[in-house]
């Protein structure tokens, strides 16, 4: 409990929940934008 309190009430914890959300969105953000490309790149192949 003590490491949950840390998490969200110190400078540190609060900057480690900011770098992992960074980071999961960042990773949503380029899985849609790869996910897209190759969408693209098959239908440009198909015709």
């Known amino acids: 409990m ?3 309190a840390d998490l969200f ?3 540190y914890g609060l900057m480690s ?3 992992i959300a960074f980071m ?4 949503v953000f380029f899985i ?11 239908k ?4």
């Open 17 to 19: 929940v900011a770098g």
């Open 24 to 27: 999961l969105g960042m990773a």
């Open 32 to 42: 849609r934008l790869f996910t897209n490309k190759m969408d693209e790149s098959a």
């Open 9 to 11: 009430s110190t400078d």
């Open 2 to 4: 003590k490491a949950l």
């Open 44 to 47: 440009q192949a198909g015709k």
